[in-house]
């Protein structure tokens, strides 16, 4: 059984930053790759970013492409999520996610989940 926690996120203004991070256990985390993504009120889940097992591979939509860095530690099992020049669209709670089949951008692609961290992003 895999158990992911987020945490990290909070309030902040228009073009702030926060860190968001993501810590796994139950499963060898360094054998997946991660992704996060978010959902507003009212909206569907959207993809965020992920990266690879090693690292050595991203991906981001591009809403938050030159704003927002994945990456990984594998020795502390934890994906983080750095987020800068925040927008008030940011705004959502964001979760975390394990694919067993790569680098996806699709929820459907990933078969775990935290239980999300709300970002609130002020005008």
């Known amino acids: 059984q895999v158990q992911l926690v987020e945490s990290g996120g909070g309030l902040a203004q228009a073009g702030g930053s926060l860190r968001l991070s993501c810590a796994a256990s139950g499963h060898t985390f360094s054998n997946y790759a991660m992704g996060w993504f978010r959902q507003a009120p009212g909206k569907e889940r959207e993809f965020v970013a992920a990266i690879s097992w090693s690292g050595r591979i991203t991906a981001y939509a591009e809403s938050v492409k030159g704003r927002f860095t994945i990456s990984r530690d594998n020795a502390k099992n934890t994906v983080y999520l750095q987020m800068n020049s925040l927008k008030p669209e940011d705004t959502a709670v964001y979760y975390c996610?394990?694919?067993?089949?790569?680098?996806?951008?699709?929820?459907?692609?990933?078969?775990?989940w935290g239980q999300g961290t709300q970002v609130t992003v002020s005008s």
């Open positions: 996610a394990v694919s067993r089949l790569g680098v996806r951008t699709t929820p459907a692609d990933f078969d775990s």
